[in-house]
């Protein structure tokens, strides 16, 4: 489906962040869509598993994965990340873009599995709380990675995204 | 003592003791065959690689509930990915070509399992509105007979229905919408109690319509935004609930989506002397029924057509084509009228 908006990352990148560089990396990218942004990726990336729970978006993902090498399909949902474990190879970096109240939950339970060196969290306000003020569940989501991870940046995606930010954060690679 | 831990890779199964690989099972090197694998994992099965390295063992690492037997913990960590395909032998794209395999089978079953839900939840969408109009046909003659004026007043039954069941008499009904209560038939105590509970009846099954519409409206733009979007939800979810499904409507051609929800109108025509229906569930849409009676046909069999496209792009493909089919039929429809308003010009029957 053509959308006239602007990835998430690309957004995070427009807004002055430290940059996404998957160049020599094993990459998960949760919440892929039709896989546009992963597809990108699979080119400078060792590989990318895109994983997208939707089933229509998922054909279009298929689809992309035919004509990109190392782009890496996974029609499934974060949430059960065990589910596609076996496909996933030693990490680096971690994207993350679904727009669910769980979101940080699900990123987490995600890097713990998979221990990835970097993580790249998009985080949606409005997903996990209308009624909350989009500063505070922002700090409550810094702070909750930050019991996990050490966190790099936390960057607005507005104006391509109102209400969102990105959270780049280093897991130290190591068993915990 | 040793320390054992079981990883399961895509390609195979490795036993790991004090961190040296000792054992491995390799699947067959085959897309189809891992894709068989990956399924039983997502589906939280124990392969039969996984049991038999199990079995000879004891005290064994695990990272997935999946694998714990009572000879497995999940406590401490576990070598997860550190085998790679090249080890052993294996060509590293096989895993995306089992993926792409698993993503292709999960995607069936999950699109076919989604109409399924759908089928159920229009067709008691359907049965919920036929006895709630039931119901409000009973209730407003019923009601009548005690305060005519009342129920002229308000044209909505479910309104209706909330005044009785919230108002204890026709007086305070009058009072809320602040009209003269007018005449009508005493009712008995056990009389009115009972419309009220009528009445209370009506409007809770207004309120579960609710969360029911949107869901099918909701599953009809998430499984066939084409058709949705073309048409609209509503149209989208009966004609899927028709057809049985969004892989069965994708297979009929368009003169059979133009008659879906016309059946018995069909087997009129074919058995009796009726004219045959020009059209079935998509008449629902404005473009159809607001249209000149000796048009519709004609811009029902252009909409089915386009139909029939948008379904086998949402059930095949995924592509977003609706914009497309939208401005082609807009142009059908416009070149029909064009000509119908000439036939009526022309003196004809019109």
Same mark, same amino acid.
């Given at each position: 489906m053509s959308r006239a908006t602007v990835g998430k990352l690309a957004? $995070?990148?427009?807004?002055?962040?430290?940059?996404?560089?998957? !160049?020599?990396?094993?990459?998960?990218?949760?919440?892929?869509?039709?896989?546009?942004?992963?597809?990108?990726?699979?080119?400078?990336?060792?590989?990318?598993?895109?994983?997208?729970?939707?089933?229509?978006?998922?054909?279009?993902?298929?689809?992309?994965?035919?004509?990109?090498?190392?782009?890496?399909? %996974?029609?499934?949902?974060?949430?059960?990340?065990?589910?596609?474990?076996?496909?996933?190879?030693?990490?680096? &970096?971690?994207?993350?873009?679904?727009?669910?109240?769980?979101? %940080?939950?699900?990123?987490?339970?995600?890097?713990?599995?998979?221990?990835?060196?970097?993580? $790249?969290?998009?985080?949606?306000?409005?997903?996990?709380?209308?009624?909350?003020p989009p500063e505070q569940v922002f700090d409550r989501a810094r702070e909750r990675v930050a019991e996990e991870a050490a966190v790099r940046e936390i960057v607005s995606l507005d104006p391509h995204h109102e209400d969102h930010v990105m959270i780049v954060a280093d897991f130290d690679g190591a068993s915990p | 003592?040793?320390?054992?831990?079981?990883?399961?890779?895509?390609?195979?199964?490795?036993?790991?003791?004090?961190?040296?690989?000792?054992? @491995?099972? &390799?699947?067959?090197? @085959?897309? !189809?065959?891992?894709?068989?694998?990956?399924?039983?994992?997502?589906?939280?099965?124990?392969?039969?690689?996984?049991?038999?390295?199990?079995?000879?063992?004891?005290?064994?690492?695990?990272?997935?509930?999946?694998?714990?037997?009572?000879?497995?913990?999940?406590?401490?960590? %576990?070598?997860?990915?550190?085998?790679?395909?090249?080890?052993?032998?294996?060509?590293?794209?096989?895993?995306?070509?089992?993926?792409?395999?698993?993503?292709?089978?999960? +995607?069936?079953?999950?699109?076919?399992?989604?109409?399924?839900?759908? %089928?159920?939840?229009?067709?008691?969408?359907?049965?919920?509105?036929? +006895?709630?109009?039931?119901?409000?046909?009973?209730?407003t003659s019923w009601f009548r007979l005690h305060a005519p004026a009342l129920v002229d007043e308000v044209d909505d039954g479910v309104e209706l229905a909330r005044l009785v069941a919230r108002h204890d008499d026709r007086e305070a009904i009058a009072r809320a919408l602040d009209v003269d209560p007018g005449m009508g038939s005493a009712l008995d105590p056990n009389e009115m109690r009972a419309l009220e509970g009528l009445a209370a009846s009506i409007v809770q099954q207004a309120q579960a319509r609710e969360p029911l519409e949107r869901f099918v409206t909701e599953l009809a733009r998430e499984m066939a935004p084409n058709i949705a979007q073309l048409t609209t939800p509503a149209i989208a979810a009966r004609l899927i609930q028709h057809a049985g499904g969004l !892989?069965? &409507?994708?297979?009929?051609?368009?003169?059979? +989506?133009?008659?879906?929800?016309?059946? @018995?109108?069909?087997?009129?025509?074919?058995?009796?002397?009726?004219?045959?229906?020009?059209?079935?569930? +998509?008449?629902?849409?404005?473009?159809?029924?607001?249209?000149?009676?000796d048009d519709r046909g004609s811009i029902a069999r252009a909409m089915a057509a386009k139909v029939a496209i948008a379904a086998r792009a949402d059930a095949l493909t995924g592509n977003d084509i609706a914009g497309e089919l939208e401005a082609d039929l807009q142009a059908r429809v416009d070149e029909i009228q064009r000509v119908g308003r000439r036939r009526a010009m022309r003196g004809s029957d019109r």
């Open positions: 957004a $995070y990148e427009d807004a002055g962040g430290e940059g996404f560089t998957p !160049e020599g990396e094993a990459v998960v990218y949760l919440g892929a869509a039709g896989g546009e942004r992963a597809a990108a990726i699979a080119r400078q990336a060792t590989s990318v598993l895109a994983v997208e729970k939707s089933p229509v978006a998922g054909l279009r993902l298929v689809e992309r994965a035919k004509a990109q090498a190392d782009l890496v399909p %996974v029609v499934g949902d974060a949430r059960q990340p065990e589910a596609y474990g076996p496909l996933v190879p030693e990490l680096g &970096l971690l994207v993350q873009d679904v727009a669910q109240p769980d979101q %940080v939950e699900i990123f987490l339970d995600n890097a713990d599995r998979f221990q990835p060196e970097r993580g $790249y969290l998009a985080v949606k306000a409005r997903s996990i709380a209308v009624d909350r | 003592m040793v320390s054992r831990a079981l990883a399961t890779q895509w390609f195979g199964v490795f036993l790991y003791e004090d961190d040296d690989l000792v054992d @491995r099972e &390799l699947f067959p090197a @085959r897309a !189809e065959a891992i894709a068989r694998r990956l399924e039983a994992v997502a589906t939280g099965q124990l392969l039969d690689e996984e049991r038999q390295m199990l079995d000879g063992v004891e005290d064994v690492r695990v990272a997935d509930e999946r694998l714990l037997t009572h000879a497995a913990t999940m406590e401490g960590p %576990v070598p997860r990915a550190r085998q790679r395909p090249a080890d052993h032998d294996l060509d590293p794209a096989l895993r995306q070509e089992a993926a792409i395999d698993r993503a292709e089978a999960a +995607i069936e079953a999950q699109l076919s399992a989604e109409g399924r839900h759908l %089928v159920q939840a229009v067709a008691y969408l359907d049965e919920t509105h036929e +006895i709630e109009n039931r119901m409000i046909e009973r209730l !892989e069965e &409507l994708a297979k009929q051609p368009a003169s059979t +989506i133009q008659m879906l929800g016309a059946e @018995r109108a069909v087997f009129q025509h074919l058995t009796e002397d009726a004219p045959p229906p020009k059209h079935g569930v +998509i008449f629902r849409h404005p473009m159809i029924h607001e249209a000149h009676p």
